[in-house]
């Protein structure tokens, strides 16, 4: 079965800062990896996604990932955050097989301070 | 712009009184999603439906129910034999074939006191 471990439940950091977002996941098989942000009150918004090809992937707001499989991770990172990036993210696999089911990590909270 | 619509936003009950929560989009999407919400637990599948009439028990179905009569629409019912109602209720759907990733409505806020 698969599973997604976000290793902090929170991250607080100083604005123009960078920041590391950690996700390790674990599966048998192949897999597709997305992170999503939810705003306070609102739905998830697609940051990126990896599914084949380059491991660097780019995504919107100046976020990027890299897919390491050796290690089974897919951490997200931005090299300077502004206090409008203060939202929750959530990690997220589905297999090749899975009909496209996501299982979802538990979420970190990133809390940008001036 | 197409997009999911989650109504209502907040929604009020009485517990053993069942709530309906509605979803609808005009993405022309085939599948749609359930997911629940709860702080600290991320966002766990409820039921999903890949094409009409046709719906599949996600990891926590127990005291929901769902329909799916036409492609725009997948209401959820909480009934009143869900345990612990009261959280953050997500939408979501996507085309199927291939991997394209979910979009999300903006959520209802359930509380059952």
């Known amino acids: 079965a698969q599973s997604v471990t976000q290793l902090d439940s929170q991250v607080p950091v100083f604005e123009e800062a960078p920041v590391e977002l950690r996700c390790n996941y674990s599966?048998?098989?192949?897999?597709?990896l997305f992170w999503y942000v939810q705003y306070p009150n609102q739905g998830l918004q697609l940051l990126l996604k990896?599914?084949?090809?380059?491991?660097l992937v780019k995504g919107i707001n100046g976020f990027e990932a890299e897919f390491n499989k050796s290690q089974t991770s897919f951490h997200l990172r931005k090299p300077s955050v502004h206090i409008s990036d203060t939202a929750e993210y959530f990690c997220?696999?589905?297999?090749?097989?899975?009909?496209?089911?996501?299982?979802f990590g538990k979420g970190t909270k990133l809390s940008v301070k001036p | 712009d197409g997009g999911i619509t989650q109504s209502p936003k907040y929604l009020f009950r009485k517990e053993g009184q069942n709530v309906t929560l509605s979803c609808e989009q005009n993405?022309?999407?085939?599948?749609m999603y359930w997911y629940r919400q709860d702080p600290g637990q991320g966002l766990r599948l409820i039921y999903y439906s890949q094409i009409v009439n046709d719906f599949q028990k996600g990891d926590i179905a127990e005291g929901y129910s769902v329909s799916r009569e036409k492609k725009e629409s997948f209401p959820l019912t909480v009934t009143s034999a869900q345990k612990n109602p009261t959280a953050f209720y997500l939408c979501?759907?996507?085309?199927?074939?291939?991997?394209?990733?979910?979009?999300f409505g903006n959520g209802t806020r359930l509380t059952v006191t």
């Open positions: 997220a696999v589905s297999d090749r097989g899975s009909q496209g089911n996501l299982i």
């Open positions: 990896y599914l084949s090809g380059s491991t």
């Open positions: 599966s048998s098989v192949s897999v597709y």
């Open positions: 979501a759907s996507r085309p199927t074939g291939g991997v394209s990733p979910l979009h």
């Open positions: 993405l022309n999407h085939d599948a």
